[in-house]
Antibody, heavy 117, light 111 residues
Framework: EVQLVESGGGLIQPGGSLRLSCAAS????????MSWVRQAPGKGLEWVSV???????YYADSVKGRFTISRDNSKNTLYLQMNSLRAEDTAVYYC???????????WGQGTLVTVSS | QSVLTQPPSVSAAPGQKVTISCSGS????????VSWYQQLPGTAPKLLIY???KRPSGIPDRFSGSKSGTSATLGITGLQTGDEADYYC????????????FGGGTKLTVL
């Protein structure tokens, strides 16, 4: 059974750093395109970043230069390193697996990141 | 401001049919596949439709998707109270860096 479990969220001050983890089971992270998608409180979905199976990475303009997506193949885990955090980064962060046609077929339960002083 | 435009809300009675639109442009919907997601309150999004009109295993045929030009539509027939949720369209936008994009979401109320 495919499962994605995020962790690492919490309350962090503006300018701080946080690393999110997404532990996968039932499939191999490195063989798939994996994304992070976030949702600010009461708002819609916003795509954040993707890592391709070949290792290429891409970011939304809103996080470029501050966030880094990576994976640990030995742990079958996806990461999102978030630096220079801002209040507008406050959101539930989901990891998701990409399927055909760039659809996201499996999502984690999400982890809440709150950036506030 | 989302690249893809959805109506903020739609409503219909149980048993009825409802459609949710998603409008874009040639750089996104016009030349790429569209997917649809259902997000029940307090839960993660769930894939309903991929590649414009295909349903993943386990999604009932009450849910359907279509695309024409730069717009896509999600249809739900035989509405149930359990269908009350937020619905999002998604696609890829070639004008953005690796640009996966979502619509702003539509709140479905089953009266």
């Amino acid at each position: 059974e495919v499962q994605l479990v995020e962790s690492g969220g919490g309350l962090i001050q503006p300018g701080g750093s946080l690393r999110l983890s997404c532990a996968a089971s039932g499939f191999t992270v490195s063989s798939n395109y994996m994304s992070w998608v976030r949702q600010a409180p009461g708002k819609g979905l916003e795509w954040v970043s993707v890592i391709y199976s070949g290792g290429s990475t891409y970011y939304a303009d809103s996080v470029k230069g501050r966030f880094t997506i990576s994976r640990d193949n030995s742990k079958n885990t996806l990461y999102l390193q978030m630096n220079s955090l801002r209040a507008e980064d406050t959101a539930v962060y989901y990891c998701a697996r990409e399927y055909r046609g760039m659809a996201f077929d499996y999502w984690g339960q999400g982890t809440l990141v709150t950036v506030s002083s | 401001q989302s690249v893809l435009t959805q109506p903020p809300s739609v409503s219909a009675a149980p048993g009825q049919k409802v459609t949710i639109s998603c409008s874009g442009s040639s750089s996104n919907i016009g030349n790429n596949y569209v997917s649809w997601y259902q997000q029940l309150p307090g839960t993660a999004p769930k894939l309903l439709i991929y590649e414009n009109n295909k349903r993943p295993s386990g999604i009932p045929d009450r849910f359907s998707g279509s695309k024409s030009g730069t717009s896509a539509t999600l249809g739900i027939t035989g509405l149930q109270t359990g269908d009350e949720a937020d619905y999002y369209c998604g696609t890829w936008d070639s004008s953005l860096s690796a640009g996966r994009v979502f619509g702003g979401g539509t709140k479905l109320t089953v009266l």
